[in-house]
């Protein structure tokens, strides 16, 4: 078994903790690093669980989980657990897992998951539209679809990470969060397969060849699965198609490192908004 049988890999540093008195990781250790990478693939494939699963009306239930032991990790090591469905029968799904020291196999193994009803845990069919998101991802296609318009189409979906993001989890009064510049806005909104919104952002000319990019929100569950950086570059698409030659967006300085990574440099000293510490960045389109 190689790398190249597997698109998701998800990177782990062994902790001090997992390492026995052999001075490697003890063996259970190994099933905790798979149920972890576990969660990033569902991320991987824009479905959060277990958000994402509620409208199916079923869940999944581990049935068999097994590996096999090549060569051992040890502390600090860093390590990547590779996972890929193997194959979907009526309830049942197999995932096939590895997991490297660089190239070097470390683990081999198998889960097997059952798709049940939670309130009898009596099996059911694995839903059409899971079955076509493993299919797809496996196959390499993007998992995301990002669509820009207007607040009359996108603002229902927007409105909703932007409440769960700003209002729920950051405390931000309703009355700051919203206001009569989104009817004027090019908004992106980010969605999986399931028609799920997951990110969001808006696009406001802040000058004339200068646009502003504001209200970049994602979801908790989805943050690190590339649906904020997707919407991020559906606006500044949105502004080279104006004609715009740079944009500007005044980040949270928790969230600047995210900018960075797609080109912006930040401008002047950090300010305070509402309690929270922000810091201009700029980039030229």
């Given at each position: 078994?190689?790398?190249?049988?597997?698109?998701?890999?998800?990177?782990?540093?062994?902790?001090?903790?997992?390492?026995?008195?052999?001075?490697?990781?003890?063996?259970?250790?190994?099933?905790?690093?798979?149920?972890?990478?576990?969660?990033?693939?569902?991320?991987?494939?824009?479905?959060?669980?277990?958000?994402?699963?509620?409208?199916?009306?079923?869940?999944?239930?581990?049935?068999?989980?097994?590996?096999?032991?090549?060569?051992?990790?040890?502390?600090?090591?860093?390590?990547d657990v590779a996972i890929r469905s193997q194959r979907l029968g009526n309830s049942s799904m197999l995932f096939t897992?590895?997991?490297?020291?660089?190239?070097?196999?470390?683990?081999?193994?198998?889960?097997?998951?059952v798709y049940a009803d939670p309130k009898t845990q009596s099996s059911t069919r694995v839903p059409d539209a899971l079955?076509?998101?493993?299919?797809?991802?496996?196959?390499?296609?993007?998992?995301?679809?990002?669509?820009?318009?207007?607040?009359?189409?996108?603002?229902?979906?927007?409105?909703?990470?932007?409440?769960?993001?700003?209002i729920d989890e950051q405390r931000i009064p309703a009355d700051m969060e919203y206001d009569e510049v989104d009817l004027?806005?090019?908004?992106?909104?980010?969605?999986?397969?399931?028609?799920?919104?997951?990110?969001?952002?808006?696009?406001?000319?802040?000058?004339?060849?200068?646009?502003?990019?504001?209200?970049?929100?994602?979801?908790?569950?989805?943050?690190?699965?590339?649906?904020?950086?997707?919407?991020?570059?559906?606006?500044?698409?949105?502004?080279?198609?104006?004609?715009?030659?740079?944009?500007?967006?005044?980040?949270?300085?928790?969230?600047?490192?995210?900018?960075?990574?797609?080109?912006?440099?930040?401008?002047?000293?950090?300010?305070?908004?509402?309690?929270?510490?922000?810091?201009?960045?700029?980039?030229?389109?």
């Amino acid at each position: 078994m190689n790398r190249t049988d597997f698109r998701f890999f998800h990177r782990l540093r062994v902790r001090w903790a997992e390492v026995d008195g052999q001075h490697i990781v003890f063996n259970p250790h190994y099933l905790m690093y798979v149920d972890t990478a576990m969660s990033d693939y569902w991320r991987a494939l824009a479905m959060p669980y277990p958000q994402a699963f509620a409208p199916f009306g079923g869940d999944l239930y581990v049935k068999k989980a097994s590996l096999e032991y090549h060569a051992s990790a040890r502390y600090d090591d860093h390590i990547d657990v590779a996972i890929r469905s193997q194959r979907l029968g009526n309830s049942s799904m197999l995932f096939t897992l590895a997991i490297f020291r660089l190239d070097e196999l470390l683990v081999t193994g198998e889960l097997v998951y059952v798709y049940a009803d939670p309130k009898t845990q009596s099996s059911t069919r694995v839903p059409d539209a899971l079955r076509d998101a493993l299919a797809a991802y496996e196959a390499g296609e993007s998992m995301l679809e990002v669509r820009v318009g207007g607040w009359d189409t996108l603002g229902a979906d927007a409105e909703l990470v932007r409440t769960e993001v700003y209002i729920d989890e950051q405390r931000i009064p309703a009355d700051m969060e919203y206001d009569e510049v989104d009817l004027a806005c090019v908004h992106a909104v980010a969605y999986n397969r399931l028609g799920m919104p997951l990110s969001t952002g808006r696009l406001l000319e802040h000058v004339p060849g200068v646009a502003k990019i504001g209200r970049m929100a994602t979801r908790r569950t989805m943050r690190g699965g590339g649906a904020g950086r997707a919407v991020l570059e559906a606006l500044m698409e949105a502004a080279r198609e104006r004609g715009d030659h740079q944009a500007v967006l005044h980040a949270q300085t928790t969230s600047a490192p995210f900018y960075a990574r797609a080109g912006f440099v930040a401008r002047g000293p950090e300010y305070d908004d509402l309690g929270v510490a922000h810091v201009e960045m700029v980039k030229r389109l």
